[in-house]
């Protein structure tokens, strides 16, 4: 991105000249990018104009634009005129761009009405808690923009297997440490061997799963602990999860590094496909391969998943 206007914009902030800063956004209509695939979502806060320059050369496949915590509520209307203007200036992006809105019991809804003109390719709705509140979402909602839901309420966990309220609804985000508070659990208890926590990730991955939602487990907050990070992704890839949200770009890396598709998967995948559809034009369905075993039509079906999964 241009480094002149970008200066223009940072000094614009600095005075908090919001009226100069609205006068840099184009409402516009951008390319969505549709990926579904993403497998890293850093973190983004808005009030932050030198990370925002950043966002094309950023390691994450998916980046949360965030106005809610952390930005205080002095910066909150700044960050959302920032959030514009980086959006109209990227009017197409290899990387997701998502905005987390804030709640809607404060000014989620004004949010969302106004960055409908400016397109960014999915909002995230925090603090969700019924079928109701996403229906009003939906209503206001840009036809061509996606909805994300944050699962971080008792309500939203509640009702978690009827928040898919339309084919917009395209991601639920776990947030751990909210959801735990609400329940009235201690955050100490969020551990890799608790068996809540144990029991709330593969219920989470499933119930998404089965409505064809995209689940993205937690934020790691000890961003420092590259280790523990690891411990945690190893976990939660034997689960089944491939996205997972970051708050560092060495976080992203980790996530990228560790989700990625294990090449002699993809080759076991691609021999199975081949060579059932081959037995398949001769009407056998059922049979033992030299070194994949037995494979039928679930055997297949698994393959053909996964390829389509990988694009």
């Known amino acids: 991105m241009n480094e002149i206007f970008l200066k223009e914009v940072e000094e614009a902030f600095t005075a908090r000249d919001l009226e100069k800063l609205q006068s840099f956004c184009e409402p516009t209509y951008r390319e969505i990018n549709r990926n579904s695939g993403y497998r890293s979502v850093l973190m983004l806060s808005c009030n932050n104009v030198k990370h925002l320059g950043k966002i094309e050369s ?3 496949e998916c980046i949360m634009l965030n106005l809610e915590d952390g930005v205080s509520e002095a910066e909150k209307p ?7 203007i980086f959006l109209s200036r990227l009017r197409q992006c290899d990387k997701k761009l998502v905005v987390r809105v804030n709640s809607l019991d404060t000014t989620g809804y004004d949010e969302i009405a106004y960055l409908n003109q400016y397109m960014p390719d999915a909002i995230r709705v925090p603090k969700i808690r019924t079928p109701k509140e996403v229906d009003t979402v939906l209503a206001l909602l840009h036809d061509e923009i996606e909805l994300h839901l944050s ?7 509640r009702n978690l297997a009827h928040l898919k309220r339309h084919k917009k609804v395209k991601a639920f985000y776990l947030g751990v440490l909210d959801l735990f508070a609400d329940l009235g659990l201690s955050q100490r208890q969020i551990q890799k061997d608790n068996p809540t926590l144990l029991y709330i990730l593969p219920h989470f991955l499933m119930t998404c799963k089965s409505m064809d939602v995209k689940p ?29 949200g970051c708050i560092t770009p060495t976080q992203a890396k980790l996530v990228n590094e560790m989700f990625e598709y294990d090449q002699k998967e993809i080759e076991r995948a691609e021999e199975i496909v081949k060579v059932f559809e081959q037995k398949r034009s001769n009407g056998i369905t059922g049979f033992v391969h030299d070194i994949h075993g037995f494979i039928d039509e679930p055997v297949y079906k698994g393959a053909l998943a996964l390829l389509q999964k990988k694009g």
């Open 58 to 60: 950023l390691p994450a």
């Open 78 to 84: 700044f960050a959302l005129v920032l959030c514009a």
């Open 151 to 157: 699962i971080e309420t008792k309500e939203a966990w």
């Open 216 to 244: 993205v487990s937690f934020v790691y907050q000890e961003y420092k602990n590259i280790e523990g990070f690891r411990e945690w992704l190893e976990l939660e890839y034997t689960m089944g999860f491939d996205a997972k």
